[in-house]
C-alpha cells in the first residue's frame, strides 16, 4: 500500500512558476513509475507527466513539453513537477499517482488527493 500527499500548489499569474511534490509513504515507492495528471473543472483527468522508478526515463503530454518537468528522489521518496511558463490552462488540480510507466490513469494503482493550481492571465 502507498499513501500519496501533493503540496505546492497555489495561485500565479501566467509566465510564472510553480514546484509540485508528492511525498509517499511506504518502503516500496522506488518499485513504482510515479506520474502526474491534472483536471479541470467540467474536464476528463489527462495525462501531464510520468518517470521511470530509477528516474531514467520521462515522458510528457505535448502540452506540457519544454515547459514542466517531472524528477524523483527516491532517498526522500518524493516525486516533483516543476511548471515554468504557466498558462491559464494549465489551471487544474493536479494529482501524483503511482503505478506504472504510462501515459494511461488506469494503469495506476495508487493516488493523491489532488493539488489545486491557478494560473491567472
Known amino acids: 500500500q502507498v499513501q500519496l500527499v501533493e503540496s505546492g500548489g497555489g495561485s500565479v499569474q501566467a509566465g510564472g512558476s510553480l514546484r509540485l511534490s508528492c511525498t509517499a509513504s511506504?518502503?516500496?515507492?522506488?518499485?513504482?513509475?510515479m506520474g502526474w495528471f491534472r483536471q479541470a473543472p467540467g474536464k476528463e483527468r489527462e495525462f501531464v507527466a510520468t518517470i521511470s522508478w530509477g528516474g531514467s526515463n520521462t515522458y510528457y503530454a505535448d502540452s506540457v513539453k519544454g515547459r514542466f518537468t517531472i524528477s524523483r528522489d527516491n532517498a526522500k521518496n518524493t516525486v516533483y513537477l516543476q511548471m515554468n511558463s504557466l498558462k491559464p490552462e494549465d489551471t487544474a488540480v493536479y494529482y501524483c499517482?503511482?503505478?506504472?510507466?504510462?501515459?494511461?490513469?488506469?494503469?495506476?494503482?495508487?493516488w493523491g488527493q489532488g493539488t489545486q493550481v491557478t494560473v491567472s492571465s
Open positions: 511506504g518502503s516500496t515507492f522506488s518499485r513504482y513509475a
Open positions: 499517482a503511482a503505478g506504472a510507466y504510462i501515459n494511461k490513469a488506469n494503469e495506476y494503482d495508487y
